[in-house]
């Protein structure tokens, strides 16, 4: 547990933005790559990728991650991982997961579900935010969640980028799967890059006219009723339960949970859709309503997955534990390496946020940062505040040594410096 209480998700969030765009949360990761090359007996850990093919398009490095735009804050680790879609690997879990709910769309509802995959994570900021009514000031616009390629380009961060153009192109039933992108703390249910999947469902006066009930009551109880459903056909029993909560999109919205490892774990949010968005469409009689799944945190509980950087593993002692259509698996656990905890304490600028020092130690460590946790905090007499964060290094894959554990530390010590404007303590 934190001591902050790390929000899961970035739309429920009730804040305002603080963050504009004075760069200050900005860094610029490229320059820590590039610089004088890394002795031979040292593995870069994010090599630079110079181009990523994202589902048959070329996209350069340089288009991407610039280091001449106040406004991007995409790091190569980010970078490297675009185009990787590993919803569309039917042997890994995201696709097998992916293609057991096509199966539940497929199968009770007659294929009326067109299924979208491959469309770009690189969206406007109108795809992303205003046309799904994401207010001017809420807290996913800003630096410091989303990434930026440049001030009117993003990452996704949700597959409800796709519904407004999908919508305008007269698609009334979907799915869209896709990789999101979002700047979040660090723990095995956290990762910056992760997959969902957007569904949405218009409806006529004729389908709610019959039942007697309103239209968005209609669409409640049938979205409730195919996502019950729909965990039903995945997991058997499972127990859950549903939390009423916000969305800019959708009213009333509601978020699903999961009881997993004695824990409510939330797996989707959902709602009826905002008239608005409809009629931005032309849709000024229908009612719809709209769901997005993360995919990620589904698998985990479907597979018993106990950490979410597996899912990136190329180990063949996690990718080989799996089969094409094969759901009911359990993955096994290869081996428990120790963990090695170190704490780092310094005073904070008022610049400084939980994600942006998330960041720079996952941009030194990669997957061997488990987890990032606040374990004290005080402000002094002066007004000065300091934090003392604990960092869980381990590797899923083999035992780290103290050496190379020191090693990482001492980096995070003086990029966090360098770039944070913290004062080590
Ligand atoms: C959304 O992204 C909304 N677009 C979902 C939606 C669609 C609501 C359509 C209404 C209508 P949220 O930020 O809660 O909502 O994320 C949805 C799901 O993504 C979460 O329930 C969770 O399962 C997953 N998720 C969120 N952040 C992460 C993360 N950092 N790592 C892994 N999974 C995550
Ligand atoms: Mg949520």
Redesign the pocket.
Known sequence: MTIFSVQ?????RASVAILSSNGLNRFSFASSFSSSPLPKTKKRRFPIVSAVDIGGVTVARNDVVRDDDPTNNVPDSIFSKLGMQLHRRDKHPIGILKNAIYDYFDSNYAKQFEKFEDLSPIVTTKQNFDDVLVPADHVSRSLNDTYYVDSQTVLR????AHQAELLREGHRRFLVTGDVY?R?SIDS????V?H?M?GFCVFSPGDWNESGKDSTLYAAEDLKKCLEGLARHLFGGVEMRWVDTY?P??EP?F?LEIYFKEDWL??????VTEQRILKQSGLENNVAW?????L??LAMVLFDIPD?RLFWSDDERFTSQFKKGELGVKFKPFSKYPPCYKDISFWISESFTENNFCEVVRGIAGDLVEEVKLIDSFTNKKGMTSHCYRIVFRSMERSLTDEEVNDLQSKVRDEVQRKLNVELR
């Open positions: 899961s998700t970035i739309f429920t961060c949700h597959t409800s979002r979040d249910t956290h990762y910056p992760f969902q957007e969305f999109f959708t919205s978020e939330e797996v989707l949010g959902c709602g709209a769901f997005g799944l993360g990620e945190r979410i």
